[in-house]
């Protein structure tokens, strides 16, 4: 099957299904044998056509008397590929953008072949004045950039136009990727500097790039790597993908060894796994999620790396748990969020509902109510989210710590970077900072 069939497919699952982009593409990736070129197209093509949905259709709507709300999934999916690589790829001539979209079209429905094919020679014509639209209004940022206006809105409202400007320009860039050491292995090798550089050594073979990252011992920035499950190093357990905005959260729980921790959110298991490697395999880390194939995920994470100290458990995190109040010296609540600081990773948050949001800060609130209740005295707990909405984030900590004077904030000491807010007890990380997506993170201990 073709590099552009297969984006075709995935695309209307997106559309139709609403899947997430990263599973279905995943999904039907597995199932065809293409090599690396054609993935790097297929996946070029469906988070670019999701990346900038709303731009393209505001570029058709231009073109076209029949609106894009009206059109057939499958005329509206061929026309914002073509689009897309007539507008934003270089390397694909229009005349091959448009004819691959014209045939695919013959093959679906071919009576709408010539209303794809007029179209796309009319974007091809006249595709520098359709681009063009000035950043001098909400909702022109909003079309420029392919969010839904109330989230454009939001953000201004919070941090002005000039820094929702550079947030929302951050998380148009193509993120970063990095990977997380596991410190937990260090004792086959005679140091973690050895272990470090023996990791690096096999990346290398493997001809992709790695370099460490300032402030973050156990994190890699990576180069040119592909197939991850199928490296050496990922299936012996020695590197995870994560983000460093990610990894930061565990780094401000900060456990000791031999401390017992529960993640009342924990799939698919990331800040688990780590808060279990910094603990260096003792200890007990509780690892929670409400499906039954999160818990999967979590069980493979943890195996693949070979830590023995995690234990899965379905729950749901909005019901209280009797036998665990008070029972654990360090707490995480990493909540379901809006995600708007993981743009860049997972495009089709930039179309979310307002009322789904606006739902979202009771949900925290109770979550983190329960988490709280299965603190020890003089035990941590931890709140954080991905995204940057201060409604989901400090405005959460204020209602709480109003109603649980038994919780203070507390000075966040072994992090070197957002100083301003970290004796506080809590750090914003906006997506221009750092090449980090957003993140907050917020540090209380029970008195």
């Not at 695309?11 to 990736?29: R, T």
Request: hydrophobic fraction near 35%; aromatic fraction near 8%; charge should be neutral.
């Amino acid at each position: 099957m073709s590099a552009r069939k297969i984006a075709y497919k995935v695309l209307m699952d997106i559309e139709i299904n609403k899947n997430y982009s990263n599973i279905s593409l995943n999904s039907h990736l597995d199932k065809e044998k293409i090599d690396d070129r054609d993935r790097g197209l297929v996946t070029e093509l469906v988070y670019g056509v999701i990346e900038n949905k709303r731009y393209i259709d505001y570029m058709i709507n231009k073109l076209s008397k029949i609106k894009v709300r009206k059109m057939q999934h499958s005329v509206k999916t061929i026309l914002r590929m073509g689009v897309y690589q007539i507008v934003f790829l270089d390397r694909v001539a229009d005349y091959a953008a448009i004819n691959e979209s014209v045939n695919m079209m013959k093959k679906i429905d071919k009576k709408s072949s010539s209303f794809v094919n007029a179209i796309l020679r009319n974007v091809s014509r006249q595709k520098e004045e359709i681009f063009k639209i000035k950043e001098d209004t909400s909702d022109n940022i909003a079309i420029k950039y392919s969010y839904e206006k109330w989230i454009v809105d939001r953000l201004i409202e919070e941090h002005g136009k000039e820094k929702t400007k550079k947030i929302i320009k951050a998380l148009d860039e193509k993120p970063k990727l990095y990977i997380r050491i596991n410190k937990s292995k260090a004792y086959r090798h005679e140091s973690y500097e050895d272990m470090l550089e023996f990791i690096i050594s096999n990346l290398s073979a493997d001809q992709i790039v790695a370099k460490k990252v300032d402030g973050f011992d156990e994190a890699l920035e990576v180069e040119n790597f592909k197939n991850i499950e199928k490296n050496i190093m990922f299936r012996k357990g020695y590197i995870s993908i994560q983000d460093i905005s990610s990894m930061l959260v565990a780094k401000v729980l900060n456990p000791k060894e031999g401390s017992k921790v529960l993640d009342v959110c924990a799939a698919p298991g990331g800040k688990s796994t780590h808060i279990a490697e910094i603990m260096n395999n003792t200890g007990e880390v509780v690892s929670q999620d409400i499906y039954d194939h999160k818990i999967k995920l979590i069980d493979g994470y943890a195996k693949r790396l070979g830590l023995k100290n995690i234990r899965s458990e379905k729950s749901d995190a909005t019901v209280l748990n009797e036998d665990y109040v008070e029972k654990f010296d360090y707490v995480l609540s990493d909540v379901p969020c809006s995600g708007i600081g993981i743009v860049r990773r997972k495009p089709e948050i930039k179309y979310k509902s307002e009322e789904d949001v606006n739902n979202l800060p009771d949900i925290q609130m109770n979550i983190l109510k329960n988490a709280s209740s299965y603190v020890k005295s003089g035990g941590t707990l931890i709140y954080s989210t991905c995204t940057i909405f201060k409604e989901e984030n400090i405005d959460v900590i204020k209602n709480f710590l109003e109603e649980n004077k038994n919780f203070t904030l507390e000075s966040i000491q072994n992090i070197d970077i957002n100083k301003e807010t970290l004796d506080e007890g809590y750090i914003n990380i906006y997506p221009y900072e750092n090449n980090m997506d957003g993140f907050f993170i917020c540090k209380m201990k029970k008195i």
